[in-house]
C-alpha cells in the first residue's frame, strides 16, 4: 500500500543526512507534519459535554460516560480525525489506575462522530512498542480500508503513521479497535466507539433528547499491580464501561419526559445481559444498523454479545434513580478473588485478622453473606476497589462493575447533563421497615400506645392485643417437653 504516509517519509529520508531504515513520522518534514492533523489529547476520565458539530452537517452529538468525542478538522470538504495509539494510564475509578493502551491519551479512545455521507480520512500514528492496525468495525468500506493487519494492509510498525479513507455509507452505531495482535491490545483497553448520525430524517432512527453511549471491557489486573494480564481468556476480575468500574463510572442524567437512546458495544469476550431498572426500552438498533419499527418488541433486559452492538430507546418518564447494570452478579463485582470458599455458616471470628498478619491479602468470606465486607470496608491492598462499593442516599450500594444509575428528573434542563444528586423520594413512597409487635419490649422504638390506632386484620389483630409481656410458646421440630399432644 502506497500511503501518503510512506510518500513523505521517502521524502524526508530523501532529504536526511545518515537516516537508514524506517523514518519515524514524527521526524519527517514540516511538509509531512502539517498535513496530518494535530493529535487532541485528554488527561481525565471525566464524561466530557457533547461536542456540538462547528462545521459539516448538523446532528445531534452524543455522550460518551467518561469519555470524549475527537474533534476533527474539515479540509476540502473532508472530515480529518488524528488517532494516536499509545500507552496510557486510566483511572478505573477513584484510588484505581491501569497501565492501558489506548488512544489520545485514554482507553477506550475518543468517539468518532459523522454523519452518512461524509468522507472520512483517519491518520493513526502508532506509538505502542508492537505493530498495530485499526479496523472500523461494522462499517462499509473499501476492503483495503479494513484494518485487518496482514490481510487488507501491513501491520503500522511502531513510529508509522498511516492514514485510511472512506466513506461514512450507512448511519448507525460502530466500534474501532486492532486487528493486529488483538487479544493482546484488547486486553489492554485498545477500543473506540464510532457513531454515524443519518443525513436527513430516517424512518427508524428517532430524534432523542440525549444519546449515550459506552463499551464493554475487561480487565484482569491483580490487586497491587496495573498492568492487565494479556493472556487471560476468561477469568478476568474488572468489569468495566468505557474503562471504568462503579462508582468509577458517571451516572446517566436526564429530563423527565426525554426520549433517551444508549448505545452499547462488546468487545470482552463475554455476553452482557444489560439491565434498566423502572422503564421498558426497545432495541432501536443493531451492528447492521436500525431495526424497522415492525420488529421491535418492549423488553427491560437485552443481551449484547461479544463483538455486538446494541443502542436501546426509552421514554424517560418515570422519575427517579433507575439502576443500569449487567445483570450477571459477578460482573456487577470489582476486583474478586475467585478461588474464595463459601464460609456461610461458619463462625471465623478472629481468624480472619491472624491469617492476615501473615497473608496480608487474605480475604475471609463472611459467615452471613458477603454484605458484610462492603460495609467494614476492611483494609484492601493499594490500587484496587473494593469488590463491593459505592454509597447511595440509603447506604452502601454492594456493586462495583458494570453498574450506574439513570437520574431522571422533571427540572432537568434540557441539555443539562450535569448530575442532580440523589433522588429525594415523595413522603410515603419509599419501601419502609414494618414494626413487629412481638419484638415491642426489646425494641427502643416507641411502644404501642403512642401511636394511634391502625387498623389490623385476622390473625395480626391478636398477635397486636395479646399483652407484650406475655411470652410466644413455639414449637420447635425437635424440642422437648412440646409435643402438641
Ligand atoms: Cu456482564
Not at 122 to 143: C, D, F, I, K
Not at 460 to 467: D, N
Request: glycine fraction near 10%; charge should be negative; aromatic fraction near 6%.
Amino acid at each position: 500500500m502506497i500511503s501518503r504516509r510512506n510518500l513523505f517519509a521517502q521524502m524526508a529520508a530523501g532529504a536526511a543526512v545518515g537516516v537508514a531504515g524506517a523514518v519515524n513520522a514524527a521526524a519527517v518534514s514540516r511538509v509531512a507534519l502539517a498535513a496530518i492533523p494535530d493529535a487532541m489529547q485528554r488527561d481525565t476520565p471525566d464524561t466530557a459535554p457533547p461536542l456540538s458539530p462547528p462545521d459539516g452537517r448538523p446532528y445531534q452529538p452524543v455522550v460518551t460516560l467518561n469519555g470524549w468525542t475527537l474533534p476533527w478538522r474539515l479540509r476540502d470538504g473532508v472530515k480529518e480525525f488524528h488517532l494516536v495509539a499509545e500507552p496510557v494510564v486510566r483511572e478505573l475509578a477513584p484510588g484505581c489506575t491501569a497501565h492501558l493502551w489506548g488512544y489520545n491519551g485514554q482507553s477506550p479512545g475518543p468517539t468518532i462522530e459523522v454523519v452518512e455521507g461524509d468522507r472520512v480520512r483517519l491518520y493513526v500514528t502508532n506509538r505502542l512498542p508492537e505493530h498495530t492496525s485499526v479496523h472500523w468495525h461494522g462499517q462499509r468500506l473499501p476492503n483495503g480500508m479494513d484494518g485487518v493487519s496482514g490481510l487488507t494492509q501491513p501491520a503500522i510498525r511502531p513510529g508509522e503513521t498511516f492514514v485510511y479513507e472512506f466513506v461514512a455509507r450507512r448511519p448507525g452505531t460502530f466500534m474501532y479497535h486492532p486487528h493486529a495482535d488483538e487479544m493482546t491490545q484488547m486486553a489492554m483497553g485498545m477500543m473506540g466507539f464510532w457513531v454515524t448520525h443519518p443525513k436527513a430524517h430516517h424512518p427508524a432512527i428517532a430524534t432523542v433528547q440525549r444519546d449515550f453511549c459506552f463499551l464493554l471491557s475487561s480487565y484482569d489486573i491483580d490487586p497491587g499491580s496495573y498492568t492487565p494480564r494479556i493472556s487471560t481468556m476468561t477469568d478476568f476480575n474488572l468489569w468495566t464501561w468505557n474503562s471504568r468500574v462503579f462508582p468509577g463510572i458517571d451516572t446517566l442524567n436526564v429530563r423527565q419526559g426525554d426520549r433517551v437512546r444508549i448505545r452499547v458495544g462488546n468487545l470482552t469476550m463475554t455476553n452482557h445481559p444489560i439491565h434498566l431498572h423502572g422503564h421498558e426500552f426497545q432495541v432501536t438498533g443493531t451492528d447492521g444498523g436500525p431495526v424497522p419499527p415492525a420488529a421491535r418488541w418492549p423488553e427491560v433486559t437485552t443481551d449484547v454479545a461479544v463483538g455486538q452492538m446494541r443502542q436501546i430507546e426509552f421514554v424517560a418518564d418515570e422519575p427517579g434513580d433507575w439502576a443500569l447494570h449487567c445483570h450477571k452478579s459477578h460482573h456487577t463485582m470489582n476486583a474478586m478473588g475467585h478461588a474464595v470458599d463459601t464460609l456461610i455458616g461458619v463462625d471465623h471470628r478472629g481468624l480472619a485478622s491472624r491469617i492476615n498478619k501473615i497473608i496480608p491479602d487474605y480475604m475471609a468470606m463472611g459467615e452471613r453473606g458477603m454484605a458484610d465486607m462492603a460495609e467494614m470496608e476492611m483494609p484492601i491492598p493499594e490500587n484496587t476497589v473494593p469488590m463491593m462499593s459505592g454509597q447511595g442516599p440509603h447506604g452502601s450500594l454492594e456493586m462495583g462493575g458494570m453498574f450506574s444509575v439513570v437520574k431522571v428528573r422533571a427540572d432537568q434542563k434540557p441539555g443539562d447533563y450535569s448530575d442532580p444528586g440523589w433522588y429525594r423520594a415523595p413522603a410515603g413512597s419509599v419501601a419502609r421497615r414494618v414494626e413487629t409487635p412481638g419484638e415491642a419490649p426489646s425494641s427502643p422504638m416507641p411502644t404501642a400506645h403512642q401511636h394511634p390506632p391502625r387498623p389490623t386484620a385476622g390473625a395480626s389483630e391478636a398477635a397486636s392485643t395479646r399483652p407484650a409481656s406475655e411470652p410466644l410458646r413455639v414449637r420447635k421440630p425437635d424440642g422437648h417437653g412440646h409435643h402438641g399432644h
